[in-house]
């Protein structure tokens, strides 16, 4: 059988990623990745953090709106009714890592592979590595710093970082800008003025304004939904380019896990890091009151179950940890991304030992 395709006609079925010659072309940048690996562990344990592992499989993989997961089931042995209890890979490992900070940790930093079903892009993969670090008794300027000194250790000899023509170097002074800061700076838009009452954005305002910005707004988009616009348009090209941009005091209605301003119920005390661009980090001042957690938690549930036409559990062991878990700040780092960024690199894949295949 002649398994080769008709001339003219190209064959359809992807080049393995395990060739001899496509996965040298790869090498250079995955010694990147175990250079920048090493460096990072290194920081680390000079700052007398602890490594620790958590597992993937996980009651509640995280509630956030935009994000779904893969499900499994757990069968212990002998088990009666063979049927299992659902259990889902976890999309970070946030809610055991503050279970650790709520056991008595100080400082704990994980490299976890996590899971998000629904994402594959330049940028995304089913399938990657975040790492994750909490300091307790701490606040969110000081994680941030450790972002900066961390990245700056990891670049190493590569120096700076770079994707297309954006060029971003970790060792110049990063920019601290809050989000209201670069909606005026970059779309003329007034958005604490949308944010009168918090729990009830005025939608029709940020929506008016985005168009005069030359957004396009769909009739259906909610306020997150125009705020997300604006961002992904307007706001993200133009950061981390030069040195990195730490974007910080976000709208309360995005707080997720992360506390709100004490001197301003409209704003939350989460930053994103970004360099060339990309989205690289994002951290929080963080929540530890549980009763605001459960009504976070309940309203993502709505709005997940409007989104995606599903819900996940709520990790009651977790609320119960926040009633005794230490202030605390943390951040969750896309390890992938920085090395594409130290590398060049166009697309995430190019930074893996293997990527996530189907049919």
């Known amino acids: 059988m002649n398994d ?49 592992e958590t597992p993937a499989l996980q009651l509640s ?24 209890a659902p259990l889902y890979l976890h999309t970070s490992p946030e809610f055991a890592m503050k279970k650790l900070l709520a ?45 900066e000194r961390l990245v700056r250790s990891a ?23 809050s989000v209201a800061d670069v909606f005026e700076r970059d779309a003329d838009i007034d958005l604490l ?31 997150d939904d125009v705020f997300h616009r604006v961002m992904l348009e307007k706001i993200e090209p133009s950061l981390g380019r030069g040195a990195p941009t730490v974007l910080h005091s976000w709208p309360a209605p995005l707080a997720a896990l992360a506390r709100l301003d004490p001197a301003d119920a409209r704003i939350a005390e989460r930053f994103e890091i970004y360099a060339c661009g990309v989205e690289l980090a994002n951290g929080f001042g963080e929540l530890t009151d549980p009763a605001e957690q459960r009504r976070r938690f309940e309203a993502d549930a709505v709005r997940k179950l409007e989104l995606t036409g599903e819900t996940y559990p709520v990790d009651e062991d977790f609320l119960a940890a926040l009633e005794t878990m230490p202030e605390s700040a943390g951040i969750a780092l896309g390890f992938d991304r920085l090395v594409m960024l130290l590398t060049g690199a166009d697309r995430i894949e190019d930074v893996l030992w293997a990527p996530v295949t189907g049919s």
């Not at 993989?61 to 299992?84: H, N």
């Not at 949308?194 to 005025?202: E, F, Q, W, Y």
Request: proline residues 7%; aromatic residues 10%; negative net charge.
């Open 4 to 52: 080769t395709p008709p001339e003219g006609r190209q064959s359809s079925i992807p080049e393995p990623w395990w060739r001899e010659d496509r996965l040298a072309g790869r090498l250079p940048r995955l010694h990147v990745r175990n250079r920048s690996a090493a460096a990072i562990r290194q920081w680390f344990a000079a700052q007398d953090f602890v490594e620790v």
């Open 61 to 84: 993989p995280g509630l956030e709106p935009q994000l779904r997961a893969f499900s499994t089931r757990l069968v212990e042995p002998f088990a009666e009714d063979g049927a299992g």
């Open 103 to 147: 056991g008595g940790m100080k400082r704990i930093f994980q490299l976890a592979r996590v899971w998000r079903n629904a994402e594959r892009s330049a940028l995304h993969h089913p399938e990657f590595t975040m790492l994750e670090w909490y300091r307790a008794h701490a606040g969110w300027r000081e994680v941030a710093g450790d972002c």
């Open 155 to 177: 670049a190493g000899e590569s120096g700076m970082l770079r994707r297309d023509d954006a060029v971003c170097d970790p060792a110049a002074g990063w920019e601290y800008l």
């Open 193 to 223: 003025a949308t944010l009168a009452d918090p729990s009830a954005p005025d939608r029709d305002a940020l929506a008016t304004s985005a168009e005069r910005a030359g957004v396009r707004i769909a009739s259906s988009d909610s306020w």
